[in-house]
């Protein structure tokens, strides 16, 4: 596996994982939704967040392969 691959591997389990945790988010109790606003790192909404981190995923995976194609 090259690196560009293991690189694009991790990116999608990035992917993966903020989808995941934005579903869990949504299903949180109050104060779990509360404390996890404790030192949020992000200006916008984690909804937003993660719909962008799924925009950059799919171009870089876009990206990538056509570097793997030239």
Same mark, same amino acid.
């Given at each position: 596996?090259?690196?560009?691959?293991?690189?694009?591997?991790?990116?999608?389990?990035?992917?993966?994982?903020?989808?995941?945790?934005?579903?869990?988010?949504?299903?949180?109790?109050?104060?779990?939704?509360?404390?996890? $606003?404790?030192?949020?790192?992000?200006?916008?909404?984690? $909804?937003? !967040? !993660?719909? =962008?981190?799924?925009?950059? !995923?799919?171009?870089? =995976?876009?990206?990538?392969?056509?570097? =793997?194609?030239?």
């Amino acid at each position: 596996m090259t690196h560009n691959e293991k690189l694009l591997n991790a990116l999608i389990q990035f992917k993966n994982s903020a989808y995941e945790i934005r579903e869990f988010w949504e299903q949180a109790d109050s104060i779990t939704d509360s404390n996890l $606003c404790d030192d949020y790192p992000f200006d916008n909404d984690f $909804c937003e !967040v !993660v719909e =962008k981190i799924g925009d950059w !995923v799919m171009t870089q =995976k876009s990206l990538l392969n056509q570097n =793997k194609t030239n």
